[in-house]
């Protein structure tokens, strides 16, 4: 079975496409034929071994992947969601040596694998599951109210995206940054009020709301340079582990995405805001698992808007 994986940490060119055993579907297990794997940042942090002291490592060949879309093809005993075989799915993955996306089959809980929206392509598909779910994560922890204002930083990214799509649908204000060439996308995506990315955001916000937001969402990971935006006792989400305290009574929490592994329902919900427009699924650009490592470097490159997509 074929998979891209790494055999050593490196750039983009340390992606090749290497042989794997192939597994089966045990009890309360499901086995998907992936058609499409998203390329996501922490998958590049991943490959060049920044993560090595925290991942979960088997021996090589590390196989990267947190998106996946495609068909079951095996369904075990004991599973209850009332998944078929031929059925068109998602997943989110959370990788662990060989046991990463960018794989042709792959084998996870039941309560990890849900039906695909209905009217999209697999690698659509594909680009919804970790961030949606990131973005749902911080929507929890923010615990914001209808009628109050979110902040974002990195709008026009996979997460920042969703963030803000999902802030409208639970019926927030959004300000969100932006670049001059990426502002219609921003507003289309439901932004209320857009201001120019960079380190000053915080003060363009507080032109905006002059006593703060009370939550933000902080996708572009600006940390401290974001944290001016946000009222006393507001409350503020990192996704890179940056968790200040003591500052202004604001509640400080970090976005880790895992904490939602297995969710079926909020995973099944995101499928429901796709099929009725809530969500938007971006796709960049699809390239063959043999050309894996343009994918990478493509991201790499910056610019991208939406996800690069892995298919086999």
Do not use: W
């Not at 084998?107 to 009217?119: D, E, I």
């Not at 997460?159 to 507003?187: C, F, H, N």
């Not at 509640?251 to 329902?265: Q, R």
């Amino acid at each position: 079975m074929r998979a891209v994986g790494v055999n050593s940490y490196g750039g983009p060119e340390a992606l090749e496409v290497v042989e794997l055993p192939e597994e089966q579907a045990g009890p309360g297990e499901v086995r998907l034929r992936v058609l499409a794997a998203a390329v996501n940042p922490t998958d590049t942090l991943a490959r060049n071994g920044s993560r090595v002291e925290t991942q979960k490592m088997d021996p090589f060949p590390y196989v990267p992947g947190m998106d996946a879309a495609g068909v079951v093809d095996q369904v075990g005993s004991e599973v209850t969601t009332g998944v078929s075989v031929g059925d068109a799915v998602m997943a989110m993955v959370v990788p662990r040596g060989a046991h990463g996306a960018y794989r042709e089959k792959i084998v996870l809980q039941g309560s990890s694998v849900v039906p695909a929206p209905t009217g999209f392509s697999h690698a659509q598909v594909c680009t919804l599951p970790m961030n949606g779910l990131t973005a749902t994560l911080s929507l929890d922890l923010l615990g914001l109210e209808p009628g109050q204002v979110l902040a974002v930083t990195g709008g026009a990214g996979a997460y920042g995206g969703y963030m803000i799509e999902l802030g409208k649908a639970a019926g927030l204000t959004v300000i969100s940054d932006s670049s001059k060439s990426d502002i219609s996308l921003v507003k289309e995506l439901g932004a209320d009020i857009v201001v120019p990315r960079g380190d000053d955001f915080a003060e363009k916000v507080r032109d905006h709301f002059p006593n703060g937001v009370d939550g933000l969402a902080d996708g572009a990971v600006l940390n401290d340079l974001a944290i001016g935006a946000v009222r006393d006792g507001g409350a503020f989400t990192s996704v890179r582990g940056f968790s200040p305290s003591g500052i202004r009574s604001i509640n400080f929490t970090t976005t880790f995405v895992t904490a939602l592994n297995g969710d079926y329902e909020k995973l099944d919900a995101l499928r429901k805001y796709a099929e009725n427009g809530t969500v938007t699924l971006r796709v960049a650009e699809t390239f063959p698992a043999e050309n894996a490592s343009e994918a990478h470097a493509r991201l790499e490159a910056g610019g991208t808007r939406g996800r690069c997509v892995i298919t086999f």
